[in-house]
């Protein structure tokens, strides 16, 4: 750390970005058919009201209905509320047997 005398204070050097990229930073993740992929690369696995909201095109309370009702189900954590991806295809799946 040495003292910056242009513009006061002091200068820590050149800042790298955290984590550092590359090759050789990268976590990996198992698929279910154990294959190793990149963590950067996986699907979301959880989703908001708000995302499910969008991803559906309907209305947030719609959305919390369906969830009370228990057509979509739904997980906690802590104070959040969550949808797993793998819930909400099968609600979708459903209503495709309902029509």
Same mark, same amino acid.
């Given at each position: 750390?040495?003292l910056?005398?242009?513009? &006061?204070?002091?200068?820590?050097?050149? $800042?790298?970005?955290?984590?550092?990229? &590359?090759?050789?930073?990268?976590?990996? *993740?198992? /698929? /279910?058919?154990?294959?190793?992929?990149? +963590?950067?690369?996986? #699907? $979301? +696995? +959880?989703?908001?009201?708000? %995302?499910v !909201? $969008?991803? +559906?095109?309907l209305? @947030?309370t719609?959305?919390? %209905? *369906?969830?009370?009702?228990?057509?979509?189900? !739904?997980?906690?954590?802590?104070?959040?509320?969550?949808? @797993?991806?793998? /819930? *909400? #295809?099968?609600?979708? @799946?459903?209503? #495709? $047997? #309902?029509?």
């Open positions: 750390m040495t910056n005398t242009e513009g &006061g204070g002091f200068h820590h050097g050149a $800042q790298e970005p955290y984590p550092p990229k &590359g090759p050789d930073n990268l976590h990996f *993740l198992r /698929d /279910d058919d154990k294959s190793v992929r990149p +963590l950067g690369s996986h #699907e $979301q +696995l +959880l989703y908001s009201v708000v %995302e !909201s $969008q991803i +559906l095109c209305g @947030r719609k959305v919390y %209905e *369906l969830l009370y009702a228990g057509e979509i189900v !739904s997980v906690k954590i802590g104070a959040l509320r969550r949808v @797993r991806r793998s /819930d *909400l #295809e099968v609600f979708v @799946r459903n209503l #495709e $047997q #309902e029509i």
